[in-house]
């Protein structure tokens, strides 16, 4: 079976790595150079930030991240020699008023990433001793980690450009998709270049909407712009993830703290601008006040693809027999994108689907008004 993807980012990536490692022949193309947009920018966090705010569909995929991770980490590390640095660190929120509802969240779902204890102070500074004095109490997850995001896109990339199965072509949009008879039976480049293949795959996130006119149905996926920094302090030196009012750190290995993160909908504006810098800079030194002694040694944005409660399309499009989508994650694709990337094979091959497939089905999109002709 040979199958086309249509963006590489984590999603496509992810994809590609599922179905090729199933026997199918893959062609991943991307506008740029692979692993270089959202995917890259973002925290890495292997869960949701405050799971009790998202719908069920939402935690019900990203619950597996950290185990599919883990798992092909070992399988990749020994031959691309990158480690995607799972780093199992914890994480305390501040929010009080999650307090609550986060212990009972764990206490009604029994996740083992979302088990939490509620912590005073002094247990508070033997976990994490940097924390503000301003802050009492927090809960604490001790089974959250995140990933570093760039070392797993590049590791991904690596793997998957020596593999027997697969073909890059970076730098090549697509902009046309064939279709005759309810049938993707091209997909064309700007300069009149056309791939054929059994299947086409679309994982385009922030940039979905643009397959609207051809599969003539709204796609209701947006960029929404998240801004970061990354301060350099010693190895280890914060020991947790922290989190209060959406804003967060997340440490390294090698002592980078990545801090974030803002919303704002400016189209594909990837441009930071001081004003947000400095809300995130404020509300990461009221979580820990030490850190303004070290440099920043870093500031970028990236647009993730907004969609209705952040609930990915993952399926086979409405109408159009061999055309499947995978986007759509919003803030969740990194902790989501592998179990995503699994449910999309298990389909496209007609396999046991690890989850319920049906609320994440493109046909969602008949709901959407026609696009005008």
Not at 222 to 244: A, D, R, S, V, Y
Not at 322 to 332: D, E, I, K, P, S
Not at 335 to 363: E, N
Request: aromatic content about 10%; hydrophobic content about 40%; overall charge negative.
């Amino acid at each position: 079976m040979h199958i086309a993807i249509i963006g590489a980012g984590i999603s496509g990536l992810m994809s590609a790595l599922e179905l090729a490692e199933q026997g199918c022949s893959v062609d991943i193309f991307d506008q740029q150079q692979a692993g270089q947009a959202a995917s890259w920018a973002g925290g890495g966090i292997l869960s949701p930030m405050y799971p009790w705010r998202y719908a069920p569909e939402v935690n019900q995929l990203a619950q597996y991240g950290k185990s599919l991770y883990q798992m092909w980490n070992e399988k990749l590390l020994p031959i691309t020699g990158i480690d995607f640095q799972i780093h199992n660190t914890g994480m305390l929120i501040f929010d009080q008023e999650d307090f609550d509802v986060g212990l009972n969240y764990a206490n009604q779902y029994q996740e083992a990433m979302q088990q939490c204890d509620l912590l005073d102070r002094k247990q508070l500074e033997q976990i994490n001793p940097h924390i503000s004095e301003k802050f009492q109490q927090a809960i604490h997850f001790p089974q959250l980690s995140n990933v570093r995001n760039p070392r797993l896109l590049q590791s991904l990339i690596s793997y998957l450009k020596q593999h027997p199965f697969v073909r890059f072509f970076e730098h090549c949009p697509i902009d046309q998709l064939i279709v005759k008879n309810k049938m993707v039976h091209g997909i064309q480049t700007p300069n009149g270049q056309v791939f054929h293949a059994d299947h086409v795959v679309l994982t385009s996130g922030a940039w979905s909407q643009y397959w609207e006119e051809h599969i003539h149905r709204k796609i209701p996926v947006h960029p929404i712009q998240g801004q970061m920094l990354l301060f350099k302090t010693p190895e280890n030196w914060l020991p947790t993830m922290c989190m209060n009012r959406v804003m967060y750190l997340i440490p390294r290995q090698d002592g980078h703290i990545v801090c974030g993160s803002s919303m704002a909908d400016c189209g594909f504006s990837t441009a930071v601008d001081e004003q947000t810098q400095q809300n995130i800079l404020s509300a990461c030194l009221d979580m820990v006040p030490e850190l303004k002694q070290f440099p920043i040694v870093s500031r970028w944005a990236g647009l993730r693809p907004s969609s209705p409660q952040g609930i990915p399309y993952i399926g086979e499009m409405p109408d159009i027999a061999n055309l499947w989508a995978n986007f759509g994650h919003f803030r969740n694709g990194l902790c989501m994108g592998a179990s995503s990337a699994q449910l999309l094979r298990q389909l496209i091959l007609k396999q046991a689907p690890i989850v319920d497939p049906s609320a994440y089905s493109p046909s969602r999109l008949k709901k959407q008004n026609l696009v005008t002709q």
